[in-house]
């Protein structure tokens, strides 16, 4: 995969986290739990290379962990999204300073576009932008403009009809070499011609949220035949406990701006 990730920014799950959105019903997240994965999880980002920059939970979004909603980060410039769901909609200013401080270039999608980061899915052949309950037209659009000002193609990718797909990423990851991580359930759908599929196994189908860093992948535990398809496939799967984030709707992805 050409993208080298050196950077990567987190923030932690607060106080509240359980009174973030969620259709899970797998109860509450349990807050020392929650800190513990995330602590694993930075430190597996670490291993990857990756240097870590943690920032404060913010007691105002309790969905705040999920950081990934709020910017695309390129190495040609960030992008400050707009979410969709109106809880987590002052994330983004809150990233946009940080980001500020470690981009050349910000850009911004604006009213009434929406976009979360999670249906964002960058491939060695260009981004995939996925439309759904949460990234709009307007939003996809106004982000394909942009991606191309930066010398990015992109492709849209509507998934509002597929069920139990709350953003494009949940369903699907780009693992490098051409090739596309993708759960079971996902349609046949045109944008993904010319990838070489992996398809997950139906019971497996959380697992398809993972992440590509550097020489490893990064995947939820507990999803042994996905780990080793990966093994099999020449990748170092890391495995990583994913429960209280899980709860809340959360994957792999989510918990991280890597670039
Ligand atoms: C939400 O519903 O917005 C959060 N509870 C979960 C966001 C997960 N984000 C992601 O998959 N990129």
Redesign the pocket.
Known sequence: MSTRFTRALLRLPGDNFAD???CSSEGAPLLTRALEQHRRYALALEACGLATTTLPADPRYP?GT?V??TAIVTARGAIVTRPG?AS?AGEAELIGATLATQCARLLRIAAPGTV???DICETDSGVLIGITARTNEDGARQLATMLAELGYRSTPVDVRAVAGL??L??GISYLGDGRLAVAAGLPKLAALAGYELVTLAAEESYAANCIRVNDRVLVAAGYPRFAEALTRLGYDPLPLDMSEFRK????L??LSLRF
């Not at 809340?248 to 994957?251: A, Q, S, V, W």
């Open positions: 973030g959105l969620t969905d999920f990934e909603d769901a987590r979360d980061g999670g709350l953003h990423k949940t809340m709707d959360g994957g992805s989510c």
